[in-house]
């Protein structure tokens, strides 16, 4: 059990029981008689003693953790996901990494970080954390990141518990089993997303009031597409939670067959899962909303653009005809002078090209007396090529 101490040296134990959870030195060397034991550690921890975590599973338990489930436990990127072998049981839930993701602070301070000036007024990226759960019989094993703000309240509220003295007393009633203390952490990671829909409603409502607003173009599209992505992934990741907070259900049920719907840990799941959905719900809700607010954006746009067109044709409807009133004197004597020029053009002009007089012909305009017009010039003409082949078509 060498291996074992330097484990408890480093990670974190607890013994709750019925009625009060105490916090261990070291690493238990037998089973909870009464009770459950939890063992709580980091990723980095987990790093460095993967068999040392399996040694003192095996001495605890009498059972292996399986190679693939470790290695899961160790991705950082893993999905929300649930397993379960004939020994135990695992389940990876995605959470909110707090540090790292700023989404909950308020938009006042958002607005004022030095990177979101750099940056623009963007939307927080939304950032997670799997945190992995071993379930045995008498023993529940938890990997997370450091500094997880949920993990840590609910240790220190057993912690801080005592035992009943009375009927009337207000003790926060302990978990009985390891499945219990599971949902109690994850119903206090849903809650976590629950708190995100103010803050992200705030910031979309302030971009749709900017896309209606008639003095200031909008101008922060990469942003607001940057909050449909982040919405897209949040949609996407409660899913995925739910599907696997599912599977647990399905699972014992299928392992408990005298469960029934009254049972306290189906109720449980079941405010977990209708959590979960109401964040999903409320995630859909934003995009749709913001999908919205990009259509009235467009539709006010189309609208104002008509206005000026509207404008633009009254004032040309007042003005055109003044200017119209000059043009028909001019218009039409060029008109009548082309109809003069097209009526007296010589037909020998119009089979040369020439549309005007020269000083050998008379001008445009001028009959030519010695030459019949019409149709007796072409039979005039025809008959002296018919007695005179030899004579030009334009002698006179």
């Not at 480093?10 to 909870?32: C, F, T």
């Not at 004197?329 to 119009?350: F, I, N």
């Amino acid at each position: 059990m060498a291996r074992s101490g330097t484990l408890s040296g480093e990670m974190i134990w607890l013994h709750v029981q019925p009625e009060l959870a105490v916090r261990l030195e070291a690493a238990p060397q037998a089973p909870a008689a009464t009770g459950f034991h939890w063992l709580d550690l980091t990723h980095e921890q987990l790093h460095a003693g993967k068999e040392v975590l399996r040694t003192v599973v095996l001495d605890l338990t009498g059972e292996r953790i399986d190679d693939l489930h470790l290695k899961d436990a160790a991705n950082l990127q893993h999905p929300s996901y649930f397993d379960s072998t004939a020994d135990y049981q695992m389940l990876v839930f995605r959470k909110l990494t707090p540090g790292e993701d700023r989404s909950l602070t308020p938009l006042a301070d958002v607005d004022h970080l030095p990177e979101h000036h750099r940056r623009g007024r963007r939307l927080q990226p939304i950032v997670t954390r799997p945190v992995t759960f071993f379930i045995f019989e008498r023993l529940m094993v938890t990997v997370r990141n450091a500094g997880s703000r949920t993990i840590e309240q609910v240790r220190q509220r057993l912690l801080e518990s005592k035992p009943r003295t009375g009927a009337d007393s207000a003790v926060t009633r302990l978990p009985q089993r390891p499945e219990d203390l599971m949902l109690r952490l994850v119903n206090g990671m849903v809650d976590r997303y629950l708190e995100l829909r103010q803050p992200l409603t705030d910031r979309l409502d302030r971009w749709q009031r900017e896309l209606l607003d008639r003095r200031r173009p909008f101008e922060d599209w990469p942003a607001l597409l940057d909050a449909r992505i982040e919405l897209r992934q949040l949609q996407n990741l409660c899913e995925e939670q739910r599907d696997a907070i599912q599977e647990l259900r399905d699972d014992y049920l299928d392992s408990t067959p005298e469960a029934q719907q009254s049972d306290a840990y189906l109720i449980r799941v079941a405010d977990v899962i209708e959590h979960i959905e109401r964040v999903l719900g409320h995630a859909g809700r934003l995009e749709n909303s913001v999908e919205s607010a990009v259509q009235l954006h467009f539709s006010a746009t189309q609208h104002r653009t008509n206005q000026i067109m509207r404008i633009l044709t009254v004032i040309t409807a007042v003005f055109a005809p003044l200017d119209a009133g000059r043009r028909p004197v001019g218009h039409e004597l060029r008109a009548d002078s082309r109809r003069a020029e097209s009526q007296w053009v010589r037909p020998d002009d119009r089979l040369h090209g020439r549309a005007g007089g020269d000083a050998a012909h008379p001008a445009v305009g001028t009959p030519r007396p010695d030459r019949p017009a019409g149709g007796a010039g072409r039979w005039w003409r025809k008959r002296v090529r018919k007695h005179d082949p030899g004579r030009p078509m334009n002698a006179p």
